[in-house]
């Protein structure tokens, strides 16, 4: 299976901030990764899929770049509906794996 | 707009099984695959299987193969999730998951994008 691994696991930002999440694949997955927020009590929200196309609606302070086994999410200008916990997703090959989530926390 | 709806959440003793339904709209049911995604309390995310709801074909995660078994109706438009022999870690939350569209090229099998809330699954004795 291909382990994803994500880095921090968990930060604290301020209100403004602009930050970013790592994520790495145990090997090549080619673009084929996405990421996805989590709000407590909610399900999932897929933000970027093709490691940096975003979803229909995201707003482009949601940013992704990465290839082959490096990955970041960057986010621009934290609000408060953006405190949540993110994770990223490899669809290159079975089984489906997720990273473990980061948290982002208000400092 | 897309939705994907879940029946409520089930209270189930160690041994017994689950079923869990997820009714889509707003898509035509049959082009798109649907996963199952389970999030155990506190933890992360778990990809559990697919479904092709056209023909009913089905991959498991190994971890749950023998254990759980993927159908849908489509006249109804939606896919049912059975897990049975349950023990207590499967407490969890399951997701349905909307999948990539059937005519997309095949390196997007595993592409999913829209979640249905969630069904809470809570195994104790």
């Known amino acids: 299976d291909i382990q994803m691994t994500q880095s921090p696991s968990s930060l604290s930002a301020s209100v403004g901030d602009r930050i970013t999440i790592t994520c790495r694949a145990s090997?090549?997955?080619?673009?084929?990764l996405a990421w996805f927020q989590q709000i407590p009590g909610k399900a999932p929200k897929s933000l970027i899929y093709?490691?940096?196309t975003l979803q229909s609606g995201v707003p482009s302070k949601f940013s992704g770049s990465g290839s082959g086994t490096d990955f970041t999410l960057t986010i621009s200008n934290l609000q408060p509906e953006d405190f949540a916990t993110y994770y990223c997703?490899?669809?290159?090959?079975?089984?489906?794996?997720f990273g473990q989530g980061t948290k982002v926390e208000i400092k | 707009q897309v939705q994907l709806v879940q029946s409520g959440a089930e209270v189930k003793k160690p041994g017994a099984s689950v079923k869990v339904s997820c009714k889509s709209s707003?898509?035509?049911?049959?082009?798109?695959?649907i996963h199952w995604v389970r999030q155990a309390p506190g933890l992360g995310l778990e990809w559990m299987g697919i479904?092709?709801?056209?023909?009913?074909?089905?991959t498991y995660a190994q971890k749950f193969q023998g254990r759980v078994i993927m159908t849908r109706d489509t006249s109804t438009s939606t896919v049912y999730m059975e897990l049975s022999s349950l023990k207590s870690d499967d407490t969890a939350i399951y997701y349905c998951?909307?999948?990539?569209?059937?005519?997309?090229?095949?390196?997007?099998?595993?592409?999913?994008?829209?979640w249905g809330k969630g069904t809470t699954v809570t195994v104790s004795s």
């Open positions: 998951v909307r999948g990539s569209d059937s005519s997309w090229p095949w390196n997007y099998y595993y592409y999913i994008d829209v």
């Open positions: 093709d490691a940096s």
């Open positions: 707003g898509y035509i049911f049959t082009t798109h695959f």
């Open positions: 479904m092709n709801p056209t023909g009913g074909s089905t």
């Open positions: 997703q490899q669809y290159n090959s079975y089984p489906v794996t």
């Open positions: 090997q090549g997955i080619n673009n084929y």
